[in-house]
C-alpha cells in the first residue's frame, strides 16, 4: 500500500519524508489556507511540496463550474508534472474529470462518501477516488465498509482507478485499508508518528539499554 500524506505543511512533509516513506502528499483547500500565514501563494506552496516529494502531488480547484474547474484544474496542473488535480464529485466535477483525463491531466476525485460516486467516478475516468472515512465515521457510519465494497466494484471490473482512502483519523484506519487492499492510504502526519511507536518498543529499548549499561562489557 502506498502512504501519501495528508497536508500542507512544508515541515511536516519534509519530516515524513525523510523517513523515506512517502509516496505522494494531498492537499485541500483547508490544508493549504492552514498555512496563509507563512507568506507563501498557494501556487508558492504547491511548488516546494514538489520539490520535497517525487509523487502524485493533490491539489484541489476551488471552482464549482465546469468550464471554472477545468480553467483552474489546467492551471495547477501546469505547476508541475506531479500534481494531480482534485475535483469534487459533483455532476460538473464529472464533467471536468472527463476533460481533463482527454487532456492527460491526473484527477482525484474527492469528497466520495458512497460507493456508487467512486464507480461514477472511475467512469468519468478518475485516477484516484477519495472515500473519506473519518467524516463517515463522524455520523454514526463505518467509512471502512464503503472503502470495502468500492474495492469489491473495482476488482469485478477490473477498474484501474485507484482507491485513495482519505480522512484518515487513526491507525486502525490505516490497518483497515491494508487488510482491504486499497491502494493507497493518505496519512495525517500525527498518525504518521503514532504508526511507528509502541510502549513495549519504548519499554523494550529501554531495558536492553540498562542490561547494556550495567554488563560494562
Ligand atoms: C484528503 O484527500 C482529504 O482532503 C482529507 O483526508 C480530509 O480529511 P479530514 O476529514 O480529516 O479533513
Not at 11 to 20: C, F, P, T, V
Not at 99 to 110: C, D, P, W
Amino acid at each position: 500500500m502506498k502512504f501519501f500524506i495528508d497536508t500542507a505543511n512544508v515541515d511536516e512533509i519534509r519530516e515524513a519524508s525523510n523517513l523515506g516513506l512517502l509516496d505522494g502528499v494531498t492537499t485541500n483547500p483547508s490544508l493549504l489556507a492552514k498555512e496563509a500565514g507563512r507568506g507563501k501563494s498557494a501556487r508558492e506552496m504547491l511548488e516546494e511540496i514538489c520539490e520535497i516529494v517525487d509523487g502524485p502531488i493533490s491539489a484541489e480547484v476551488t471552482a464549482t463550474d465546469y468550464e471554472g474547474m477545468v480553467s483552474q484544474g489546467r492551471d495547477l496542473a501546469s505547476i508541475h508534472n506531479n500534481i494531480v488535480v482534485k475535483v469534487p464529485i459533483t455532476a460538473a466535477g464529472l464533467q471536468a474529470t472527463r476533460s481533463l483525463k482527454k487532456e492527460e491531466i491526473r484527477v482525484n476525485v474527492t469528497l466520495i462518501f458512497s460507493a456508487t460516486q467512486a464507480l461514477l467516478a472511475a467512469k468519468a475516468g478518475a485516477t484516484f477516488v477519495s472515500p473519506f472515512v473519518g467524516r463517515i465515521d463522524d455520523v454514526s457510519n463505518n467509512g471502512m465498509e464503503i472503502v470495502e465494497q468500492i474495492i469489491q466494484i473495482f476488482d469485478n471490473y477490473a477498474i484501474e482507478s485507484e482507491v485513495l482512502v482519505a480522512s484518515v483519523r487513526h491507525p486502525m484506519h490505516v490497518v483497515e485499508a491494508a487488510l482491504m487492499g486499497a491502494d493507497i492510504a493518505t496519512i495525517p502526519f500525527k498518525v504518521i508518528t503514532q504508526l511507528i511507536k509502541h510502549p513495549l518498543t519504548d519499554v523494550g529499548l529501554e531495558r536492553f539499554l540498562k542490561d547494556w549499561e550495567k554488563a560494562n562489557l
